[in-house]
């Protein structure tokens, strides 16, 4: 009796033993086993089934640990002693997420996918593109036809680079521009057989350039490299553009289409088309984006007004005006007696200045009405008062432009002030003292989306022209 109780309380200790054993095992080795195939919060019930029907075999645990990593690598300065804690609590936090392994690859595949259907719509609309079209960019107004009005890029970005070039699609229309000194007749490769010179024909100098050019492009027409050639023609500040007429189709030459400056008597709307002076890009004038600030600051100056004085001027008589009434004390008044070409950093700056701090920039006439102070001011959001009168020479003299001078801007209805003399001025000025800013905030607002409609329409009125007839005139 004595020998079976001993035998059972033998066996009973060894049974303890053992199970202290195992439950010690548990507790010091158990946890250091990794989870079989699965994420540190688990498989979602029936995902690990429907990725393996897709034959995707990645552990959960190799994909937790390159995500780790990629994590562990970004954390730089942590010690290494510090890296387990570190990786402890990344995994907690994995354990708290809603952590898909297969991200990877479901974007992978949803790129892909992408890619597949912008490569099945570019095949799709690929002959939607039925016109290219290389512009010659021979003329500073070149710059603000691409760069103002159809809002492209050049590269490189310095502007004193040799050969700068830009791509744009507008409508149907692809385009690509190139400009800079490099680009010479013969120098270049023509692989466009549509072409848009834009050229400088103000005065005699640049006539014989702007000649050269064409008869360049009448070459490879002859020789049936180019097929359509438009111009855009800086015009003669007089209307004075008797010199590009033999080049003209019209007159038997290959020019098809002709987009001018100022109020020329020959504009038809057929073949002869207005074009805007637009800003002095020869002098750097940047492109302008409109601000808070420009819409919604309180303007310290009525007007402005920094130029050349002509002698026997209307400028003189302007000047004579703001003198006489004190309204030069209030107004940013700069004039000077010889005009000045080249434009410095500091005069740059200090023009910018003038239009944006001044609710009204005076426009007295030139050489021509048309002057680049408009465009300047509508880009910053200052009212052009603007001299409307007609001067010397050959510009709007039929009866067809009853509406000149400035025919299109006025056509396009110009937010702008309009006076016939300069007498007018106190009276305007009178007037501007008494307008609170909200009033003046609505009307820059106005005018800048006047001007960026204006440029919109010209760019879309361009492209029109071309495609009809580049694409009229191929067809037949």
Same mark, same amino acid.
């Given at each position: 009796?004595?020998?079976?109780?001993?035998?059972?309380?033998?066996?009973?200790?060894?049974?303890?033993?053992?199970?202290?054993?195992?439950a010690?095992?548990?507790?010091f080795?158990?946890?250091?086993?990794?989870?079989?195939?699965?994420?540190p919060? &688990? +498989?979602?019930?029936?995902?690990?089934?429907?990725?393996?029907?897709h034959?995707?075999?990645?552990? !959960?645990?190799?994909?937790?640990?390159?995500r780790?990593?990629g994590r562990?690598?970004?954390g730089? &300065?942590?010690?290494?002693?510090?890296?387990?804690?570190? +990786?402890?609590?990344?995994?907690?936090t994995?354990e708290?997420?809603?952590?898909?392994?297969?991200?990877?690859?479901?974007?992978?595949?949803?790129?892909?996918?992408?890619?597949?259907?912008?490569?099945?719509?570019?095949?799709?609309?690929?002959?939607?593109?039925?016109?290219n079209?290389?512009?010659?960019?021979?003329?500073?107004? %070149? =710059?603000?036809?691409?760069e103002?009005?159809?809002?492209?890029?050049?590269?490189?970005? /310095?502007?004193?680079?040799?050969?700068?070039?830009?791509?744009?699609?507008? %409508?149907?229309?692809?385009y690509?521009?190139?400009?800079?000194?490099?680009?010479?007749?013969?120098?270049?490769?023509?692989?466009?057989?549509?072409?848009?010179?834009?050229?400088?024909?103000?005065?005699k100098?640049?006539?014989?350039?702007?000649?050269?050019?064409?008869?360049?492009a009448?070459?490879?027409?002859?020789?049936?490299k180019?097929?359509?050639?438009?111009?855009?023609? =800086?015009?003669?500040?007089? *209307?004075?553009?008797?010199?590009?007429?033999?080049?003209?189709?019209?007159?038997?030459?290959?020019?098809?289409? +002709?987009?001018i400056?100022?109020?020329?008597?020959?504009?038809? /709307?057929?073949?002869?088309?207005?074009?805007?002076?637009?800003?002095?890009?020869?002098?750097n004038?940047?492109?302008v984006?409109?601000?808070?600030?420009?819409?919604?600051?309180?303007?310290?100056?009525? *007007?402005?007004? !920094?130029?050349?004085?002509?002698?026997?001027?209307?400028?003189?008589?302007?000047?004579?005006?703001?003198?006489?009434?004190?309204? /030069?004390?209030?107004c940013?008044?700069s004039?000077?007696?010889?005009?000045?070409?080249?434009?410095?950093?500091?005069?740059?700056?200090?023009?910018?200045?003038?239009?944006?701090?001044? /609710?009204?920039?005076?426009?007295?006439?030139?050489?021509?009405?048309e002057c680049?102070?408009?465009?300047?001011? *509508?880009s910053?959001?200052?009212?052009?008062?603007?001299?409307?009168?007609?001067?010397?020479?050959?510009?709007?003299?039929?009866?067809v432009?009853?509406?000149?001078?400035?025919?299109?801007?006025?056509?396009?209805?110009?937010p702008?002030?309009?006076?016939?003399?300069?007498?007018?001025?106190?009276?305007?000025?009178?007037?501007?003292?008494?307008?609170?800013l909200?009033?003046?905030?609505?009307?820059?607002?106005?005018?800048?989306?006047?001007?960026?409609?204006?440029?919109?329409?010209?760019?879309?009125?361009?492209?029109?022209? =071309?495609?009809?007839?580049?694409l009229?005139?191929?067809?037949?």
């Open positions: 009796m004595r020998l079976t109780r001993k035998r059972l309380c033998s066996f009973l200790i060894a049974l303890y033993c053992l199970f202290s054993l195992y010690a095992y548990h507790v080795f158990g946890r250091r086993r990794q989870a079989p195939a699965g994420s919060r &688990g +498989l979602r019930k029936g995902a690990a089934p429907a990725r393996e029907k034959g995707r075999g990645r552990t !959960l645990t190799a994909a937790y640990l390159a780790w990593l562990a690598r970004a730089v &300065g942590r010690s290494r002693a510090a890296q387990p804690r570190t +990786l402890l609590s990344e995994q907690s994995f708290s997420e809603e952590w898909n392994p297969w991200e990877g690859d479901e974007k992978n595949e949803q790129q892909h996918r992408f890619k597949t259907s912008l490569q099945i719509l570019n095949k799709s609309t690929k002959g939607k593109t039925d016109l079209v290389q512009i010659w960019g021979k003329a500073a107004i %070149g =710059l603000y036809l691409w103002h009005i159809f809002e492209g890029l050049l590269e490189p970005n /310095d502007v004193t680079a040799q050969w700068r070039e830009g791509k744009s699609t507008v %409508g149907r229309t692809q690509s521009f190139i400009t800079g000194p490099a680009v010479i007749p013969g120098y270049f490769s023509v692989d466009m057989n549509n072409v848009v010179l834009i050229l400088n024909g103000r005065e100098a640049k006539i014989f350039y702007a000649t050269q050019w064409l008869l360049y009448q070459n490879l027409v002859q020789i049936q180019l097929q359509h050639l438009a111009v855009v023609l =800086l015009g003669n500040e007089h *209307c004075n553009n008797e010199w590009i007429n033999p080049f003209l189709k019209r007159n038997g030459g290959f020019v098809e289409l +002709l987009f400056t100022y109020d020329s008597p020959w504009i038809n /709307d057929v073949d002869v088309f207005q074009w805007p002076l637009g800003v002095a890009t020869y002098r004038f940047p492109v984006e409109a601000s808070w600030s420009m819409l919604h600051d309180q303007r310290p100056y009525l *007007c402005n007004f !920094l130029g050349t004085i002509y002698e026997n001027s209307s400028r003189q008589a302007l000047m004579n005006i703001l003198t006489k009434d004190g309204n /030069d004390k209030l940013w008044v004039p000077r007696e010889q005009w000045q070409p080249q434009e410095t950093n500091e005069s740059l700056k200090n023009y910018q200045d003038a239009l944006l701090q001044s /609710d009204l920039t005076l426009c007295p006439v030139g050489v021509n009405t680049y102070r408009i465009y300047e001011a *509508c910053y959001g200052s009212i052009p008062v603007v001299e409307d009168v007609m001067t010397a020479g050959s510009c709007g003299n039929t009866s432009h009853h509406s000149a001078p400035l025919q299109l801007l006025k056509s396009m209805g110009a702008f002030i309009f006076i016939k003399n300069w007498k007018e001025l106190p009276a305007v000025l009178e007037k501007e003292k008494t307008i609170i909200q009033e003046k905030i609505e009307r820059r607002k106005v005018l800048l989306q006047w001007y960026q409609h204006f440029k919109t329409e010209l760019k879309m009125k361009f492209t029109n022209i =071309l495609e009809s007839s580049f009229m005139n191929s067809k037949s």
